[in-house]
């Protein structure tokens, strides 16, 4: 979401946008971005019962289903205006009240998402905190951070924008820099989980679609996309191609260098702890008992954090402002930003450790508008236009194919909130 208003926000101040052909590699750039963020943090501990290889398998399923999930919307919607917002394509071809459903799990996710991303500011600063010989509770740092979030949207999306650039350049560098240093520590008996008491990985197998799905969310962009580089579905293939590759090349390193440092066993005790943020941190940082991987995990923690709640809450924020019809003055924003923010700082000053059950649950909606609306837009858009422009590969089955993994992912989800399946912990 935070791509999808610094894209319409250059498409409006450059008006010759589409004239200069923008690049490629920028668009992906885009899409790696939003798909990469605090979300990544959750990614080892729900899947640490199906450990690494099991793990780069499901990576790969999601990454397929959703890359071409984000296609299928990019076939419906070159059968529109250029600005045409996910919601007209979805309320045209789909009807209101399947928009209404749409809409509603749109903004559950936004706000769920909201409240994570302040649970894990939260644990980051606290972390933080005590690294500097201070003392910050959970409650108090996510309070802190969301006040200065809800400051800066409500100044101005231009001011997120710059914002968001500044802090998504250091988590590139604080990224590289970190991960340098973890490749070094990878064992490989530790991958391998060679000579553990438990080898028993298939069980825990539907417990992390969800999770993976919502690590993989850019579909909110795909329209911004082709009003920024117009009706030309081959150089936006290219960028959700690219950016989905760059995005799933970085959770492959973030997984190996966990897994192939953290005994299986120990993310046990990461879990029965909340599984947040500062608690892999603390983990990592006591089993390498380096000053320097723990400042660079500290440093990228932040960045991801704050990267990752910047573009939400921006992306909630317009998307309220539009259905509340406020304006776009300073009391009207206020408004907004009070709508917007209010609610999940309640929950996390109620909840502050709820990042990974915040997930979890945002996965389970995100799997009706990110995978299961987009296949049912595709095959209403084949009935009505033939889709002349641009036909996603594979015909019906691959339409299938994506309904029966969304399918697949609430059901897993709705089992896994049942406690009906299989825990690592």
Same mark, same amino acid.
């Given at each position: 979401?935070?791509?999808?208003?610094?894209?319409?926000?250059?498409?409006?101040?450059?008006?010759?946008?589409?004239?200069?052909?923008?690049?490629?590699?920028?668009?992906?750039?885009?899409?790696?971005?939003?798909?990469?963020?605090?979300?990544?943090?959750?990614?080892?501990?729900?899947?640490?019962?199906?450990?690494?290889?099991?793990?780069?398998?499901?990576?790969?399923?999601?990454?397929?289903?959703?890359?071409?999930?984000?296609?299928?919307?990019?076939?419906?919607?070159?059968?529109?205006?250029?600005?045409?917002?996910?919601?007209?394509?979805?309320?045209?071809?789909?009807?209101?009240?399947?928009?209404?459903?749409?809409?509603?799990?749109?903004?559950?996710?936004?706000?769920?998402?909201?409240?994570?991303?302040?649970?894990?500011?939260?644990?980051?600063?606290?972390?933080?905190?005590?690294?500097?010989?201070?003392?910050?509770?959970? %409650?108090? &740092? $996510?309070? @802190?951070?969301? +006040? #200065?979030? !809800?400051?800066?949207?409500? /100044?101005?999306? =231009?001011? *997120?924008?710059?914002?968001?650039?500044?802090?998504?350049?250091?988590?590139?560098?604080?990224?590289?820099?970190?991960?340098?240093?973890?490749?070094?520590?990878?064992?490989?008996?530790?991958?391998?989980?060679?000579?553990?008491?438990?080898?028993?990985?298939?069980?825990?197998?539907?417990?992390?679609?969800?999770?993976?799905?919502?690590?993989?969310?850019?579909?909110?962009?795909?329209?911004?996309?082709?009003?920024?580089?117009?009706?030309?579905?081959?150089?936006?293939?290219?960028?959700?191609?690219?950016?989905?590759?760059?995005?799933?090349?970085?959770?492959?390193?973030?997984?190996?260098?966990?897994?192939?440092?953290?005994?299986?066993?120990?993310?046990?005790?990461?879990? %029965?702890? &909340? $599984?947040? @943020?500062?608690? +892999? #941190?603390? !983990?990592?940082?006591?089993? /390498?008992?380096? =000053?320097? *991987?723990?400042?660079?995990?500290?440093?990228?923690?932040?960045?991801?954090?704050?990267?990752?709640?910047?573009?939400?809450?921006?992306?909630?924020?317009?998307?309220?402002?539009?259905?509340?019809?406020?304006?776009?003055?300073?009391?009207?924003?206020?408004?907004?930003?009070?709508?917007?923010?209010?609610?999940?700082?309640?929950?996390?000053?109620?909840?502050?450790?709820?990042?990974?059950?915040?997930?979890?649950?945002?996965?389970?909606?995100?799997?009706?508008?990110?995978?299961?609306?987009?296949?049912?837009?595709?095959?209403?858009?084949?009935?009505?236009?033939?889709?002349?422009?641009?036909?996603?590969?594979?015909?019906?089955?691959?339409?299938?194919?994506?309904?029966?993994?969304?399918?697949?992912?609430?059901?897993?989800?709705?089992?896994?909130?049942?406690?009906? /399946?299989?825990?690592?912990?």
């Amino acid at each position: 979401m935070r791509a999808t208003s610094m894209i319409s926000t250059a498409s409006a101040a450059h008006p010759a946008a589409l004239e200069k052909s923008p690049s490629v590699l920028g668009g992906a750039m885009i899409i790696g971005g939003t798909i990469v963020g605090a979300g990544m943090f959750s990614l080892p501990v729900m899947m640490s019962g199906l450990w690494f290889y099991g793990s780069l398998v499901v990576l790969l399923l999601s990454w397929f289903c959703t890359l071409h999930s984000g296609l299928m919307i990019l076939e419906a919607n070159l059968n529109y205006r250029l600005g045409a917002s996910f919601s007209t394509i979805t309320r045209d071809l789909l009807g209101q009240r399947w928009n209404c459903v749409n809409g509603l799990s749109i903004v559950f996710v936004l706000y769920i998402l909201t409240y994570a991303y302040i649970s894990a500011s939260g644990s980051v600063i606290s972390h933080t905190t005590r690294q500097l010989g201070l003392e910050v509770s959970t %409650r108090s &740092g $996510g309070l @802190i951070f969301a +006040l #200065i979030v !809800a400051f800066i949207v409500w /100044l101005s999306t =231009a001011a *997120v924008s710059r914002i968001t650039t500044l802090v998504f350049g250091a988590k590139v560098l604080a990224f590289f820099l970190t991960f340098g240093g973890l490749l070094g520590h990878v064992q490989p008996a530790v991958l391998s989980n060679a000579g553990a008491t438990d080898s028993h990985y298939l069980p825990y197998l539907l417990m992390t679609l969800p999770f993976c799905l919502t690590s993989f969310g850019f579909h909110g962009n795909v329209p911004s996309l082709m009003k920024h580089y117009g009706k030309a579905p081959q150089r936006i293939r290219s960028c959700l191609l690219i950016g989905t590759l760059i995005a799933l090349g970085l959770y492959v390193i973030w997984m190996l260098c966990t897994m192939g440092t953290l005994p299986r066993e120990q993310f046990k005790d990461i879990a %029965r702890q &909340g $599984g947040s @943020i500062d608690v +892999l #941190i603390n !983990a990592l940082s006591t089993l /390498l008992n380096s =000053a320097r *991987v723990d400042l660079l995990l500290t440093l990228f923690s932040n960045f991801a954090v704050a990267c990752s709640f910047l573009g939400v809450t921006l992306g909630l924020f317009d998307y309220l402002a539009d259905v509340l019809k406020f304006d776009d003055s300073p009391l009207g924003r206020l408004k907004t930003a009070a709508v917007t923010f209010v609610p999940p700082m309640a929950c996390g000053l109620l909840w502050p450790e709820g990042f990974i059950h915040a997930i979890g649950f945002a996965g389970l909606a995100a799997t009706l508008w990110a995978v299961i609306t987009p296949a049912l837009l595709a095959h209403a858009s084949r009935k009505r236009f033939g889709s002349p422009l641009y036909r996603v590969w594979g015909g019906t089955p691959m339409i299938v194919v994506i309904l029966m993994f969304g399918l697949l992912n609430a059901v897993s989800h709705v089992l896994f909130t049942l406690g009906l /399946l299989p825990v690592w912990q």
